[in-house]
């Protein structure tokens, strides 16, 4: 079966990279596999149906572009006094009424193990047999739980069921932000009302003790342009950022020294060093990798973007753009 699946994946990837679509085999299937390891699925990665990748290569090919679903997000806060504390995953049904508290539906592990709900819309997470739990991407209003990385708006209903409270969300991976696919509901039953409001968040440190490498084509003046959630969505002469940058320019000089300038401020020298692959911030311990690209003739920096969204929410962090000046 694995042999057949991975003939069927080659013969896939050659049709559409052949056909010239708006996207190719690669990005849908690392977009696929990077969002299914985000989301409140079943496991890390999830393959997608191989009917359902058969139907996309017949869509590609008779000039269909694939379009992924981004939910509406910016929904104000409206307080839910019923989901605040502590759900422990138990179940994953197609339907809510799939669901029999006797008998679970989904043999496998669940990727998520427990949600917290907290007051105000924050949520924590536990991924882990440990039940540790950490911060996460996901917010909260009433009604939904939202993914600002993913967007997606994910609908609950909460229901009473032989003395215990579940929790029915909706599970919105791949399938359904990319293949339109109808999602499952993930199942959480109550544990507690306590509030985790004062649970510390830890940020994530990076190594940034290394050695410096020299990389002399990163030296010489670079200048912001785009701001984007992959390297590979990127298009010069094409703005995928609709507001302003706040990163605006690096002057990068040999021996690790750099500099910048913000929207709102300058980047003084020493703030930011680098070696070869990586621009370094010893003060907030990230270590943001680099790429450099020719593309049209000119030489662009992609630059991670490590925010308070990637070091204390744990978000997969999204590039600068930056074009090399002089």
């Known amino acids: 079966m694995e042999q057949s699946n991975a003939k069927i994946g080659?013969?896939?990837?050659?049709?559409?990279?052949?056909?010239?679509?708006?996207?190719?085999?690669?990005?849908?299937?690392?977009?696929?596999?990077?969002?299914?390891?985000?989301?409140?699925?079943?496991?890390?990665?999830?393959?997608?149906?191989?009917?359902?990748?058969?139907?996309?290569?017949?869509?590609?090919?008779?000039?269909?572009?694939?379009?992924?679903?981004?939910?509406?997000?910016?929904?104000?806060?409206?307080?839910?006094?019923?989901?605040?504390?502590?759900?422990?995953?138990?179940?994953?049904?197609?339907?809510?009424?799939?669901?029999?508290?006797?008998?679970?539906?989904?043999?496998?592990?669940?990727?998520?193990?427990?949600?917290?709900?907290?007051?105000?819309?924050?949520?924590?997470?536990?991924?882990?047999?440990?039940?540790?739990?950490?911060?996460?991407?996901?917010?909260?209003?009433?009604?939904?739980?939202?993914n600002k990385q993913d967007k997606t708006a994910s609908k609950y209903e909460i229901k009473a069921i032989n003395g215990t409270t579940y929790m029915f969300l909706e599970s919105k991976g791949g399938d359904y932000i990319y293949l339109h696919r109808k999602p499952p509901y993930f199942v959480l039953a109550k544990v507690d009302d306590a509030d985790y409001s004062n649970n510390k968040l830890t940020a994530i440190e990076d190594k940034v003790d290394y050695p410096f490498v020299d990389d002399p084509q990163l030296i010489g003046i670079w200048k912001s342009v785009d701001f984007v959630k992959t390297i590979d969505e990127f298009e010069p002469g094409v703005i995928s950022c609709k507001g302003d940058l706040l990163l605006t320019q690096f002057d990068i000089a040999e021996n690790g020294r750099m500099s910048g300038l913000t929207s709102g401020s300058e980047l003084p020298e020493g703030f930011l060093t680098w070696t070869q692959g990586l621009i370094i911030d010893k003060k907030h311990k990230t270590a943001s990798q680099y790429k450099i690209k020719e593309l049209k003739g000119d030489t662009y920096l992609f630059y991670e973007w490590k925010s308070g969204d990637y070091s204390y929410w744990r978000m997969t962090p999204e590039y600068y753009v930056l074009k090399k000046v002089k």
């Open 10 to 146: 080659e013969l896939m990837k050659t049709k559409l990279d052949q056909s010239v679509p708006s996207i190719t085999f690669n990005k849908v299937w690392n977009k696929h596999k990077s969002r299914n390891r985000n989301i409140l699925g079943l496991r890390r990665v999830i393959a997608i149906p191989s009917m359902a990748l058969i139907g996309l290569v017949f869509l590609t090919l008779v000039g269909f572009k694939l379009i992924a679903i981004e939910d509406k997000i910016d929904y104000p806060f409206i307080n839910d006094q019923q989901v605040i504390g502590k759900w422990q995953a138990v179940d994953c049904v197609q339907n809510i009424n799939d669901f029999n508290p006797d008998k679970k539906s989904e043999q496998g592990n669940l990727f998520i193990k427990a949600l917290v709900f907290i007051k105000e819309g924050p949520m924590l997470k536990a991924f882990d047999g440990s039940g540790k739990l950490e911060p996460s991407t996901f917010t909260w209003t009433e009604g939904m739980v939202l």
